[in-house]
């Protein structure tokens, strides 16, 4: 495998984009307030300002169950993450990594099926 050696001239051009990010971000957040109308009014400044009056307590408790779905939402997302490395090398990877991905999808499914099977999923 040969040696990579890296210049400092390499890294100018992302050097030149993180600037550039920066500076267009701090125009942006500089001139928007001067550029911008300020109105300001206490009905302005009240919280929900979208303009549907508040109704009740902010603290309604949520079912588990939503959150549970989105935790499980997030965990199998992540693991799909894990596939596109895989995907993208798939044909350097041979016959043993087909055999890794395998495991790895049967580890994922019996985490599924456990999940299903323990009604998670259900909705009462």
């Known amino acids: 495998m040969p040696q990579l050696s890296h210049t400092s001239g390499d890294f100018v051009p992302i050097l030149i984009t993180?600037?550039?990010?920066?500076?267009?971000?701090?125009?942006?957040?500089i001139i928007s307030p001067l550029l911008g109308p300020s109105r300001r009014n206490a009905k302005?400044?009240?919280?929900?300002?979208?303009?549907?009056?508040?109704?009740?307590?902010?603290?309604?408790p949520f079912s588990v169950k939503y959150f549970l779905v989105a935790i499980l939402f997030v965990i199998f997302d992540v693991e799909l993450v894990f596939m596109y490395p895989w995907a993208?090398?798939?044909?350097?990877?041979?016959?043993f990594?087909?055999?890794?991905?395998?495991?790895f999808?049967?580890?994922?499914?019996?985490g599924f099926r456990?999940?299903?099977r323990r009604g998670a999923l259900k909705w009462e």
Request: aromatic share 14%; charged share 15%; net charge negative.
């Open 18 to 29: 993180l600037a550039l990010s920066i500076f267009v971000v701090a125009a942006v957040l």
């Open 44 to 60: 302005k400044n009240a919280n929900f300002e979208c303009g549907i009056p508040s109704q009740g307590d902010a603290r309604t």
């Open 88 to 95: 993208v090398s798939f044909r350097e990877l041979g016959w």
């Open 97 to 103: 990594g087909i055999f890794e991905m395998g495991i």
């Open 105 to 110: 999808i049967a580890f994922v499914l019996v």
């Open 114 to 116: 456990y999940i299903i």
